[in-house]
Every structure is written in C-alpha cells, then in structure tokens.
C-alpha cells in the first residue's frame, strides 16, 4: 500500500480505537490482515506494538493514556484500574510514579500479566468509578494496591497521608479495607495508620515521632489544639508533651522565607511564652541527618520542663459529631 493510501487508511483505523490504541483483531474485521499488521509494528512500520494483540497506530511511545487503553483492552471485560496508576487518576501527586498500569480483574479471569498491564485477579472486585471515561477501583482500594507494592516507607506515607487530606478516604475506612482484603504487602500502611492515628499529618511529622519513641518520653500528641484556664487559644503543636507542658515545633526554612510566616511563628512564640510552655524547635532535615542529636536536645527539654511547675493549659476537648 502506498503512502498516501496508508495515510488515508490510518486516519480511518484511528476512528474505530481508543486514542489510537486497537486490537489486531478490530484491524482484521476493516480488512487489515493480522500478517499486514504485525509487519506495520516492526522496524520501518507505521505502528507500535504495546501488548499482545493490541497496537498503537503510531510509531511514537505511548503515553499515559494510550498505555491505560491498551491494559484496558488486554483485560477486557469487567476490569477497573487500581493502584498507582488510579491514584494519579484521582489527582493524587504524592507517592511514587506509576510503572505500570495495575488492574482488577474477577477471579474467574484467565487474563494474565503482560508488559506493563499488571492484572490481578480478586474475589472482592469493587465498582468502578469512572474518571474520564476509565473505570477505577475506589479511592480507598487503589491507593491501598498501590502502596501494598511499595518497599519504602516514605512513599507510602505520602500517598496515605495526601489521600486523607484531600478527603478520598479515611483511617477507617483504609483500616477495613486492609482486614478484609489480601494481607499481602500491608504492614508499612498498618504501621502509617497507627501514625495517623496519633494526629500525623506530614512525612516530617512521622519521621518526629520515630525520634520521640527512640527518646523515650511519654507518648505525645500530635496537632491537637492548646488552651488557656479560660479556654483562650494558645497553639496547636506538631507534638505535644501533655505530662510536663512541652510543644515540639518542627518548622522548615522555606516556612520562613515568607514575611507573613515568620510573623506567624513569632507571634505562636510568644503565646507560648507567656503560659510558661517550654518549646523546642527543629529543622525537618535533621530528623534525619543528626537525629541522636535532637534526641539529645528533647531529652533536656523535658528534664528541664520537668523541674518547674507544669503550666495551667490543657488540650482542648473535641466533640463528636
């Protein structure tokens, strides 16, 4: 076929795929033998293969879309993007980038793995939800098969974390998920759940409360609001020593290039001050970089808080809805 056939042939292949991702199968039924196709996919063709019986009609990589497409098709029936993948589908940012797409299928399923189509077969398949036309497994669901296959802590903190923020799930709801699903890959998201639970919000506030345990204080509270006798706001300390009046801080530079911020913390400062609440503050970095360091300075801060008399605050009591 010449070019300009060809290019009138592509233009109406193109109509009858998804993004330009097809199967070699729909190419046969408009008449484009499977021997003509798979010749198109090799050095000097027109197209690419991106899984077994699935094309692009096009020589260039495929990108996000047109892998999910293809994945999609490899599946067939029934299936529903989960994982990482469905993550950046719900605008999550935070965790680690999709290396492959993921995807759900029922048990009964003999559809298998492929290139960078993960298929998974379950007995607990969810309804999909549909964001631009792909069905995604459940806000809770993909971010916990996704997190189930990542090896580093950090990551997976992240996109937990970023996924409650944003309202997607909850403790609850993630916690259940766990115990009914497959317990394959879930102590690092067990172990970020028991965080959140104390009031963690940030990958630095978990990497705070490593160094306060290996300290050995008392268990803190994280992010809960500090009140006067009357009731009159004081702070809400990233860590909180509730036995001695002692509040951790851990504030970042880049906080402090803005003018408004730096304001902010004096004025957070000084309230603390003024209601006898010893205060230690820490750059996140060195969470990390010397953390026998702060421990060494948390530990002479709660001695210290320890020997005067402990200031009249309380955390303030939040009421269930």
């Known amino acids: 076929m010449d070019r300009g056939r060809w290019d009138r042939a592509d233009g109406e292949l193109w109509r009858h795929s998804r993004f330009g991702v097809i199967r070699a199968s729909t190419l046969e039924e408009l008449g484009i033998s499977q021997k003509t196709a798979y010749r198109q996919c090799q050095p000097g063709g027109r197209w690419r293969r991106l899984l077994p019986g699935i094309m692009l009609l096009a020589r260039s990589q495929p990108n996000e879309r047109q892998r999910i497409e293809a994945a999609l098709m490899l599946a067939r029936d029934d299936a529903v993007v989960t994982g990482l993948q469905a993550a950046r589908l719900y605008q999550l940012r935070d965790g680690m980038d999709p290396e492959f797409v993921h995807l759900l299928v029922p048990h009964g399923h003999q559809v298998l793995s492929s290139g960078f189509a993960v298929v998974e077969r379950t007995r607990f398949l969810p309804h999909a939800i549909y964001r631009d036309g ?7 669901r993909a971010v916990l098969d996704g997190v189930r296959r990542i090896r580093e802590l950090d990551p997976v903190r992240a996109l937990l974390i970023e996924a409650i923020q944003r309202g997607l799930t ?16 879930t102590a690092l998201p067990r172990r970020v759940l028991n965080e959140l639970d104390l009031g963690v919000r940030s990958v630095a506030e978990a990497d705070a409360l490593e160094v306060w345990h290996k300290a050995g204080l008392p268990v803190p509270h994280c992010n809960v609001v500090i009140v006067d006798s009357d009731g009159t706001y004081i702070g809400m300390p990233d860590t909180w020593c509730d036995e001695v009046g002692l509040a ?5 530079n880049e906080f402090h290039y803005s003018k408004d911020a730096y304001a902010r913390t004096l004025a957070r400062n000084s309230r603390y001050a003024a209601a006898g609440i010893s205060v230690v503050q820490t750059l996140p970095t060195r969470l990390r970089v010397e953390p026998d360091v702060v421990i060494a300075e948390l530990r002479a801060a709660y001695a210290a808080a320890k020997q005067r008399p402990r200031p009249n605050v309380s955390i303030r009591k939040t009421t269930a809805a």
């Not at 792909?134 to 809770?140: F, I, S």
């Not at 951790?248 to 970042?252: G, P």
Request: proline letters at 11%; zero cysteines; charged letters at 30%.
């Open 134 to 140: 792909v069905p995604l497994a459940p806000p809770t």
């Open 170 to 185: 909850n403790t609850a709801d993630l916690r259940r998920e766990l115990d009914t699903g497959t317990k394959r890959g």
């Open 248 to 252: 951790w801080e851990i504030d970042s």
